[in-house]
């Protein structure tokens, strides 16, 4: 089967044109992802088979989903998708602790995922911070984005030191709290 291919589009501009049921997009993104798709998937299940199986739902969703599915790197939700697919096909296929081990073993290229995780922990520091209070902001700009020490930053805003002190440990707080699920993923 022949797909059309177009080498000027990126993975994510054919998204947003699939988002808007562009099929030749669709066939573009499919020529371009489907392979590798199907050697990771391959190199899980261990089944050739069963992998263009699994790498064929994962497309069939994709398709049905696609006017809802908003994502940063199209190409790394993908892969995350056929990673769950494979996942459960081990899991449904009664395979032992151990083959799944070396199922789990095997990764995706871990600079797509994690460009797309530091994306997605970018955005979230980024909505945490707008979400504090107007002054909490402020202060907590100039300290960590700007390098500014307390004191200065009590000077330029005509508040106490301590002020500023409780400003920044408000912030911390919070970031810490929303961001608790993170950290898991990295350390």
């Known amino acids: 089967m022949k797909f059309v ?3 000027k589009a990126t993975p994510e501009k054919l998204a947003k ?4 049921s562009d099929r030749n997009a ?4 499919f020529g371009m992802l489907w392979e590798p798709m199907y050697i990771y998937a391959s190199s899980l299940v261990m089944n050739d088979s069963t992998a263009k199986d699994l790498v064929q739902e994962v497309w069939i969703d994709y398709w049905q989903r696609r006017e809802t599915i908003e994502v940063q790197n199209i190409k790394s939700y993908l ?3 056929i990673r769950y697919k494979c996942y459960n096909a081990l899991r449904d296929m009664k395979f032992n602790k151990i083959q799944i081990e070396v199922a789990h ?3 995706i290229d871990s600079e797509v995922e994690m460009e797309a995780d530091l994306a997605d922990l970018s955005k979230r520091i980024d909505e945490t911070i707008s979400g504090l209070p107007k002054r909490c902001q402020e202060v ?3 300290s960590r984005v700007n ?4 004191k200065e930053i009590a000077e330029k805003l005509n508040i106490s030191q301590r002020s500023v002190e409780n400003q920044i440990s408000f912030a911390l707080r919070k970031l810490r709290k929303e961001l608790s699920t993170v950290k898991a993923l990295f350390f």
């Open 147 to 150: 390098h500014i020490n307390n």
């Open 105 to 107: 073993s095997v990764y």
């Open 79 to 81: 892969f995350k998708a």
């Open 140 to 142: 907590f700009i100039l």
């Open 26 to 29: 669709f066939n573009s993104l």
């Open 5 to 7: 291919s177009n080498d």
């Open 17 to 20: 044109m699939i988002n808007q």
